[in-house]
């Protein structure tokens, strides 16, 4: 679990008191939206009271971000907590996870006592998925991340549906985690969710591009309801909080936040990955969303990453992923100021 989700800048802190940009954690940097600490004030009182068990209001909003029926919603305290659910609920014994990736799918197979396996990504991190498909074999579960984390890399809907379809003949099931896919220019028009197959199971969070990863909440969109019922079944009852009710039913709804957001990632991935490759000694992944990969070419990600605390700045070291070697780093994306000031350090540090 160490530093997958930017904990560190509180160790760091702890232990020797430096203070950091976080560049490992990618959280969208406009910050909390107004409107939801508007609501949080004017909703004060209700968090007197128990959640609706079956949240009912907040999957009507999350719904209808989604353009599905409440049916199709199920919420839970954090993306993390909808896997762990998941892979408790789904029938199966092996799961095969597309690599590299988060390294929580591995973790939420093994907790549910699944037998896991790794399918590689080409060298240029495209998916290959003929080969994909020839490699699978007794995998009951295909599990994705899409836009992948820590690649950037996004597969479109014709590919997605190639899997999906030949999955769902051999009846086995594709999860896909779209936790970053609101940072990729016209989403709506290319989430998963949009094929309507039963198999595939997508997972989503609040977490990332509403900058809310200290209220915890994720949810799954599905079409099979055998598994939303299981997950209901076994999930612990208001497990999503008040707090986060009301960031659910109110940032969902904040189209000024979401344009501005869209607005600010669609120019400044493309800035700083050009800025990026003007770097000397690394190599640059091109990125559709808020984080890029690198490759240090002259250096390894664990004594890089000591270089660039003591500058001031906390990168992802990515080489405990698997696929990756000890070169990876990963970058997050933040507002210009700061991405500049990463720039100086990197230049500095990679002399």
């Not at 060298?123 to 290959?128: A, G, I, T």
């Not at 699978?136 to 899409?146: A, K, L, P, Y």
């Not at 989503?204 to 909440?217: D, H, S």
Request: net charge neutral; aromatic share 10%.
């Amino acid at each position: 679990m160490d530093d997958l989700h930017g904990g560190n800048i509180y160790r760091l802190k702890r232990e020797k008191g430096v203070e950091v940009l976080d560049y490992s954690s990618n959280i969208n940097p406009l910050g909390v939206p107004e409107s939801f600490k508007k609501a949080v004030i004017e909703n004060f009182e209700s968090l007197e009271k128990y959640p609706d068990i079956d949240y009912i209001e907040l999957r009507d909003a999350i719904g209808k971000y989604n353009g599905c029926s409440i049916e199709n919603v199920v919420v839970g305290n954090g993306a993390t907590e909808v896997l762990f659910l998941y892979m408790k609920a789904v029938k199966a014994k092996k799961v095969l996870i597309i690599a590299p990736t988060f390294a929580e799918y591995e973790r939420a197979a093994k907790a549910a006592g699944r037998d896991v396996k790794f399918f590689p990504l080409s060298r240029d991190f495209s998916l290959n998925e003929n080969m994909l498909m020839e490699f699978i074999t007794d995998e009951d579960v295909v599990v994705m991340c899409n836009p992948n984390n820590p690649t950037g890399k996004f597969q479109e809907l014709e590919k997605i549906e190639k899997i999906a379809d030949f999955l769902e003949k051999r009846d086995k099931k594709l999860f896909i985690d779209e936790a970053f896919i609101e940072f990729i220019d016209n989403w709506k028009t290319r989430t998963a969710f949009l094929l309507k197959h039963k198999n595939i199971f997508i997972l989503r969070a609040l977490t990332k591009f509403f900058a809310l990863p200290g209220v915890r909440l994720g949810y799954g969109l599905t079409y099979d309801k055998d598994i939303l019922d299981k997950i209901k079944d076994i999930r612990e009852p208001w497990s999503v909080n008040g707090v986060a009710e009301i960031a659910g039913k109110t940032m969902l709804l904040d189209t000024l936040y979401i344009h501005k957001t869209e607005n600010w990632i669609k120019k400044e991935k493309v800035w700083f990955y050009e800025e990026l490759c003007e770097v000397e000694n690394i190599e640059v992944t091109p990125t559709e969303t808020n984080f890029i990969l690198v490759k240090l070419l002259n250096d390894n990600a664990k004594s890089f990453r000591k270089k660039m605390i003591e500058n001031g700045v906390l990168v992802r070291d990515a080489s405990n992923m698997v696929f990756l070697d000890e070169s990876y780093i990963r970058l997050a994306i933040k507002d210009r100021k700061r991405n500049e000031q990463v720039l100086d350090v990197l230049k500095r540090v990679l002399k």
